[in-house]
């Protein structure tokens, strides 16, 4: 068996089981009279259909938003997939299960397990890693047998739970930052508490309707001390808000009962937004705090703060600011993760784009090098907490392990790819075709007929389709695969991440294994806001060809001959101008003023301005 499972569907495709027939020629049509009545609706033959089973055949996935692992037990780790379920080894990463298939919801946010009993495990659902394209949850998951069975336990509404945390002797008492679906004013936010595992629920800290729990985390030496962020963010279809009066850092000093929230003595005076938390198990007076301000840019006529990193070393009464090094959380509503040593209360971890750390306290701080990285797009981390050579890191790539201190990881990729679409071509065997989240376009066969061993994410036996058998077919992440209806080898793959940032087009040749940018109007628009674009796209933009006329294709233009264009329509919005500026996070985005970090040969704190949304249409 190899590294990586197959039970998951990915990319699948439906067989029939054995002994169930599907040839046979097509009985003879029977000539329809002149204006003959509509022919009533098929019935659709369950039994059938009942006969059908998935059989995963590629690529191979990626997102991992949440990890977790067992204190002391080095083969046991979980990983939670933005939509992909709760997957399991216990050999250490060679091989993967997953253990949540039979639940409603797979996207998860946050792993948990119980430091009195391995057998108790908890996730919340829900992305809590905010872009434009995300996944909710149905609330908070119980197991008590490792992760064999699973309890729907409650918070149904919350939307997005992106931290769990369990008393360290108790483990029915347990703490859930809810983030709320964020699309709205919503009640369902805040810090919960159960004291019955999970039986009852209490919000134990609420702010208000539109600002929800972004982080919580405990004192490891003392359980009635915690600190939680709370976060002001509203989601619209046009755009962000990220941060205001309602982000704040709280502390409760009575198990979460009550709660005060921490301004100045080294806080940042003016609003901000998202904040990450963490508390030194070897010295509980020294907290980190990465939190999102405007880097001095006035947001909405409003000066804001400059910082990234504060740090208290009095256990949160006193702060000072120890870095502004926004390569720290980058993107901040994507990322802000801080995680520390538990035996060295300076050395601390920073998930972002990058992967950063510091081993005095954050005065300075290393980007580590890609190679000798987990990866790219971190978001969540686990630290042994009785070993902390021992770690394990979800990111956009894939899940990865480290025993030596993060020196070198081992970098397993799970069947939990995003697809956002599936096309297949008019061969035999067909092809199939799609656009994967963080990861190229994948072209590959629906049946190898290859025996043995190999595949689109692992395990042996007939059938199965090796990886080699896929490969990109151009254009990017968000869009369409689609091939020519007479001529297979040709391709047209769409996108959003680069060029136009929308409108991405390429015409790919099988036969040279060589593709073309033929996308609308070649100008890179990144930082621009959408009012002063020539033309705009939604991230998966539709593309299809005609099926009268495969020299013809439908986006906002129509190809003549794979060569010409034509447009069809003018620009047909709504056109509301207050829906056409840049998402107002703070320290991201700002008209004409926002500043983006730029790491190029060893220049740490080099900036340039640049216009707008700074990641709008980046590859997320």
Known sequence: MFRVASLAAVLT?????????????????????????????????????????????????????????????ASTYYAGAASGGIWKTTDGGIHWQPIFDDQPVQSIGALAVAPSDANVVWAGTGE???????????????????????????????GRIGRVVIHPTNPDIVYAAALGHSY???????????????????????VDENTGAADVV????????????????VIHTWGRESGGPGSGIYVSKDGGTTWKKLTGNGLPAKPFGKVGLAISRSNSSRIYALIETGDGVPAHGQDTDRGELWRSDDGGENWRVVSYDRQ??????????????????????FLCAAFSKTLDGGETTTNVPFPQSPGGDNHDMWIDPTDGNRMVVGNDGQVAISTNRGRSWDRVQLPIAQ????????????????????????????????????????????GIIPRGEWHSVGGGESGWATPDPTDPNIIW??????????????????????AQNVEIWPQSTIGFPAADVKYRFVWTMPLTISPHDHN?????????????????????????????????????????????????????????????????????
Request: net charge positive.
């Open 13 to 73: 495709v439906l067989i029939p089981l054995p002994g169930h027939t599907q040839g046979g020629r097509r009985p003879a049509r029977t000539a329809r009279p002149a204006h003959a009545p509509a022919a009533a609706a098929p019935v659709v033959d369950t039994v059938t259909f009942s006969q059908l089973r998935y059989r995963y055949i590629g690529p191979v996935g990626n997102r991992v938003a949440a990890v977790a692992g067992v204190a002391g037990d």
């Open 128 to 158: 809590a890693w905010i872009r434009s394209h995300i996944s909710i949850g149905n609330g908070i998951y119980k197991s008590t047998d490792a992760g064999k069975t699973w309890q729907h336990v409650g918070l149904d509404l919350t």
């Open 184 to 206: 709205g004013p919503q009640q369902e936010r805040g810090v919960y508490r159960t004291m019955d595992g999970g039986e009852t629920w209490e919000r134990v800290l609420f």
């Open 218 to 233: 405990m004192d490891p030496n003392n359980p009635r001390i915690l600190f939680a962020a709370m976060w002001q963010l």
């Open 328 to 349: 720290l959380s980058c993107r901040q509503p994507y990322y802000t993760r801080v995680a520390v040593a538990p035996d060295r209360d300076n050395e601390a971890y």
């Open 419 to 462: 697809m956002y679409h599936a096309t297949v071509d008019n061969q035999i065997p067909y092809y199939v075709m799609g656009n994967r989240q963080d990861g190229p376009s994948s072209r590959g066969p629906s049946n190898s007929k290859i025996g043995g061993f190999g595949g689109g994410g692992g395990g042996g036996g007939t």
């Open 493 to 514: 793959s769409s996108a959003s991440g680069s060029g136009s940032v929308g409108g991405i087009v390429v015409r790919y040749d099988e036969r040279t294994r060589q």
């Open 552 to 620: 013809r294709s439908r986006q906002p233009v129509r190809p003549h001959d794979d060569r010409r264009r034509q447009e069809l329509a003018g620009d047909q919005p709504r056109s509301d101008a207050q829906r056409q500026e840049q998402a107002a996070d703070l320290g991201r985005a700002h008209p004409g003023q926002h500043r983006r970090r730029v790491r190029r040969r060893g220049v740490r704190d080099r900036r340039v301005p640049t216009q707008g949304r700074a990641d709008l249409g980046r590859h997320e």
